[in-house]
């Protein structure tokens, strides 16, 4: 199943690692979620100098602000369930990270150009980390499902759904600035 | 950072779908800050 979101285009760093109810409620990957936009300011200034204005800067800060108040008491609640969701939410966010900066530097590079260009330029080096990966973090394994016809309609229809999630999301970007 | 705060205006919009649209109960405070958000990214989005 991660396979299939992998080509949907969620890439490595949306890979179900952290999203496994198994290890961590969803309250607190929306928690974790917050951590990685500071990393991606600091990323950014350690590999290109980017400093963003005083004015961008405290409208991140507020974003992360809201955002932790919205979410509540679930936030305050959804702490991981294990040591293991802990690591994997530690080994996430530096990813997720690294992804995000990437993207924005992919995005630089190639200048103003279509959503669809855009994804044919990322999407090939995130199938291939995602894949690598999605054995080891979304057991059974792609050979353990049962693959009924109900089934493979299910799963083939989670794929299309999530390139159009991922296609609606670059659409977006495309449009906004860094 | 788009793509950072593209997620984060997804989450903020799914809850205020939520209680706009389907009448999900909320805190006065979540809709606040749900809201807060939103104007902190359009923000974001304009300023330089």
């Not at chain 1, 630089?108 to 330029?121: E, F, I, Q, V, Y």
């Not at chain 2, 989450?11 to 606040?32: C, H, I, K, M, W």
């Amino acid at each position: 199943m991660c396979l299939l979101d992998g080509v949907g285009g969620r890439g490595a760093t949306h890979c179900r690692i952290i999203q496994s109810l198994q290890l961590n409620p969803i309250a607190w990957y929306q928690t974790a979620k917050l951590a990685v936009t500071p990393i991606v300011v600091a990323i950014e200034y350690g590999l290109d100098g980017v400093v963003p204005s005083a004015m961008r800067a405290a409208c991140l800060v507020l974003v992360c602000l809201f955002v932790v108040k919205m979410r509540g008491e679930p936030a305050a609640g959804g702490a991981p369930q294990s040591a293991a969701g802990l690591i994997c939410v530690a080994i996430w966010v530096p990813l997720a990270a690294a992804y995000k900066v990437q993207f924005g530097r992919l995005r630089r590079k190639l200048g103003k150009c279509s959503t669809l260009a855009l994804m044919h330029a990322l999407f090939p080096y995130a199938l291939v980390v995602q894949t690598a990966l999605s054995p080891f973090v979304d057991p059974p394994g792609l050979f353990d499902y049962e693959w009924t016809t109900s089934a493979v309609f299910s799963v083939a229809a989670s794929g299309l759904g999530a390139f159009l999630v991922n296609y609606s999301g670059f659409l977006v970007v495309s449009h906004l600035g860094q | 950072m788009s793509h950072v705060l593209l997620g984060q205006a997804k989450s903020a919009t799914t809850l205020l779908v939520a209680a706009l649209l389907f009448g999900t109960s909320y805190t006065a405070r979540e809709l606040v800050c749900a809201s807060s958000a939103m104007a902190s990214i359009v923000a974001y989005a304009y300023l330089k």
